[in-house]
């Protein structure tokens, strides 16, 4: 499996993105996805996920801001990202293939995307 990540950009405090992960080399609808970010000088952490089922978790601190969904015709899981703020500044990476018992762990996932950066201005 191969996971593109895009769609990270610059933008202002309060304003939005969508980072999209398109998935190629196997069809992704079996697998739980996640999203985790890391920014300058922090651990990778993890800021949302989706199962097979479509069953959705999140970090306390984008509840009600960010929104993970997917497209199994287009093989691709998005991350819609509202109400931006400077601390959501960082690179954000797409996952796949949860195989660890939680969807928060860097460690349990087989697949990783290569990043793509989000900076937000104050």
């Known amino acids: 499996v191969q996971l593109q990540a895009s769609g990270g950009g610059l933008v202002q405090a309060g304003g939005s993105l969508r980072l999209s992960c398109a998935a190629s080399g196997r069809t992704f609808s079996r697998y739980d996805m996640g999203w985790f970010r890391q920014a300058p000088g922090k651990e990778r952490e993890f800021v949302a996920g989706i199962t097979s089922g479509d069953s959705t978790n999140y970090t306390d601190s984008v509840k009600g801001r960010f929104t993970v969904y997917s497209d199994i015709f287009k093989n691709t899981v998005y991350l819609q990202m509202n109400s931006l703020k400077p601390e959501d500044t960082a690179v954000y990476y797409c996952?796949?293939?949860?195989?660890?018992?939680?969807?928060?762990?860097?460690?349990?996932?087989?697949?990783w995307g290569q990043g793509t950066q989000v900076t937000v201005s104050s």
């Open positions: 996952a796949a293939d949860r195989v660890g018992l939680s969807m928060m762990e860097v460690t349990s996932y087989n697949y």
